[in-house]
C-alpha cells in the first residue's frame, strides 16, 4: 500500500480493508511519540471482545454517553485509540451511517481489530500526529485515552485540526488528580501507590482535572458543551484494589499469597462492579469522581 492510500484512509476516500493489511501513517507523520512502554505486548493490548450501549456496566455507560452526545450527528467519525476494535464494532453497529475509522498507534492492536472486522476501517496513528487533512471528520471519539499521551495539549490539537467547524468531540478521559477523590487522596501515599501501579500497569502518565481538561480544550478552540462523570467512590475503590492485584500478582504470580489476592479481588468486585454502574447514573453530574465525559464543539 502506498503512502497516499494510506492518507486516503485517514480522510475517508477509501472503504475498509477486507485483506488484513495494516494501514500505516504516511510519511512525515511520526508513529509514536510514547516511550517507556511497550503497546505491541499483547497483554497490554486494549479493546478486545464486544460491548453494547445496553448493557448495566460502566463500558455500556461509556458508550450510551457517547451515542447520546452523538445524536442529530452524521459523516465521517474517526476514533482515536481503538485498540482491537471493541468500540469500533459496537460503532458501526449502531450507527451504520457514520463513515468510520478507528485508529491506534499499536501495529499489533490494528492487526487484531483487522482480523476480527466489523469496525469500519483502521489505521496506525499517533493521535498527537493525526495523518489527516484539516477539517477531515466531522466526529472524534475516544474512550481512555489522554492519560497515555505526553503532550495533552498536542492532541486536543489535532482533535481540533482535523475536526470540521462545528464538528463534535466526545471523549472518556480518565482524572486522576480530581479534586475529592480516593486518587487525589494517595497522590503521595506509599502505602497505596495507585498512580506508580497505574503507571507501570497500564501506561498512565498524566493525571488530570475536570478544569485542566477544559482549559486545554478550549484553548483549542473546542467548547465543551456537556460534562457528566462516573467512577465516584465504589468504582474508585473497585479501581485501587484492580492495580493493587495487579502487583501483588505481578510480585507473587503462584502460591498462597496469590491465592489470597485473588479471593479479596473477587469479593470486592462483585458488588463494587455492579453497584457502581447505579452510582455513576444517580451522580452523574457529580464531579467527585475520576472519570469524565466530555462534549465539546468546534467553534466555526
Given at each position: 500500500?502506498?503512502?497516499?492510500?494510506?492518507?486516503?484512509?485517514?480522510?475517508?476516500?477509501?472503504?475498509?480493508?477486507?485483506?488484513?493489511?495494516?494501514?500505516?501513517?504516511?510519511?512525515g507523520h511520526?508513529?509514536?511519540?510514547?516511550?517507556n512502554f511497550d503497546y505491541e505486548d499483547a497483554a497490554t493490548i486494549q479493546g478486545r471482545g464486544g460491548i453494547s450501549s445496553t448493557e448495566r456496566t460502566i463500558g455500556g455507560l461509556r458508550l450510551r454517553r457517547a451515542f447520546d452526545a452523538m445524536l442529530g450527528h452524521t459523516g465521517s467519525?474517526?476514533?482515536?485509540?481503538?485498540?482491537?476494535?471493541?468500540?469500533?464494532?459496537?460503532?458501526?453497529g449502531e450507527r451504520p451511517d457514520l463513515t468510520l475509522v478507528g485508529a491506534d498507534l499499536s501495529v499489533s492492536?490494528?492487526?487484531?481489530?483487522?482480523?476480527?472486522?466489523?469496525?469500519?476501517?483502521?489505521?496506525?496513528?499517533?493521535?498527537?500526529?493525526?495523518?489527516?487533512?484539516?477539517?477531515?471528520?466531522?466526529?472524534v471519539l475516544l474512550f481512555d485515552l489522554l492519560e497515555h499521551v505526553p503532550d495533552v495539549s498536542r492532541c486536543v490539537a489535532e482533535i481540533a485540526r482535523v475536526l470540521t467547524p462545528g464538528g463534535l468531540f466526545h471523549g472518556f478521559?480518565?482524572?486522576?488528580?480530581q479534586p475529592k477523590t480516593l486518587f487525589r487522596m494517595l497522590t503521595d501515599s506509599k502505602r497505596i501507590p495507585i498512580h506508580q501501579w497505574k503507571h507501570d500497569h497500564v501506561g498512565h502518565i498524566q493525571r488530570?482535572?475536570?478544569?485542566?481538561?477544559?482549559?486545554?480544550?478550549?484553548?483549542?478552540?473546542?467548547?465543551?458543551?456537556?460534562?457528566?462523570?462516573?467512577?465516584?467512590?465504589?468504582?474508585?475503590?473497585?479501581?485501587?484494589?484492580?492495580?493493587?492485584?495487579?502487583e501483588r500478582l505481578r510480585r507473587e504470580p503462584v502460591g498462597r499469597a496469590a491465592t489470597v489476592t485473588r479471593a479479596v479481588q473477587r469479593v470486592v468486585f462483585f458488588p463494587t462492579w455492579r453497584l457502581t454502574y447505579w452510582e455513576d447514573t444517580l451522580l452523574k453530574r457529580n464531579p467527585w469522581a475520576t472519570g469524565l465525559h466530555l462534549t465539546a464543539i468546534k467553534r466555526g
Open positions: 500500500m502506498s503512502d497516499e492510500q494510506a492518507a486516503d484512509v485517514g480522510a475517508h476516500s477509501r472503504a475498509p480493508s477486507d485483506n488484513g493489511s495494516v494501514l500505516m501513517p504516511p510519511k511520526p508513529q509514536s511519540s510514547v516511550l467519525c474517526l476514533l482515536l485509540g481503538c485498540g482491537a476494535g471493541r468500540h469500533n464494532r459496537a460503532i458501526h492492536a490494528i492487526r487484531e481489530a483487522l482480523r476480527t472486522g466489523n469496525g469500519g476501517a483502521y489505521l496506525v496513528a499517533d493521535a498527537a500526529h493525526i495523518p489527516a487533512a484539516d477539517n477531515s471528520y466531522d466526529i478521559i480518565p482524572l486522576e488528580a488530570l482535572t475536570t478544569e485542566s481538561v477544559t482549559a486545554t480544550f478550549r484553548a483549542q478552540g473546542l467548547e465543551p458543551s456537556d460534562l457528566s462523570y462516573s467512577f465516584h467512590l465504589l468504582g474508585q475503590v473497585h479501581d485501587i484494589v484492580d492495580y493493587w492485584g495487579r
